[in-house]
């Protein structure tokens, strides 16, 4: 689980969050165009990866025990592996 975790906290990591958050979003709105509830549903939820990588924090990581904050959970598996 560490080894997610120190993908998703990395620059490549971010920029897959990114990626996917603009690539939700821009279906949802594509969607929108036919009027869908869906639409604006897959809207809203590419908008959390991308805040995500643009703000540099991971959600899942909490559940597992890790820091919230990107560089608090790199510094967190930094160390883990020392």
């Known amino acids: 689980m560490d080894s997610l ?3 998703l906290a990395s620059q490549t990591g971010r920029w897959v969050r990114i990626i996917a958050g603009i690539v939700l979003i821009v279906i949802g709105l594509l969607l929108v ?3 869908t509830t869906w639409g604006w549903i897959l809207v809203v939820v590419g908008l959390v990866p991308l805040a995500a990588g643009v703000f ?3 959600l ?3 559940l597992f025990g890790k820091p919230f904050k990107g560089g608090d959970l790199r510094a967190a ?3 883990k592996q020392e």
């Open 77 to 79: 598996l930094s160390r």
């Open 5 to 7: 975790f120190s993908f």
């Open 33 to 35: 165009n036919g009027d």
């Open 60 to 62: 899942f990581a909490p």
């Open 56 to 58: 540099d924090f991971c």
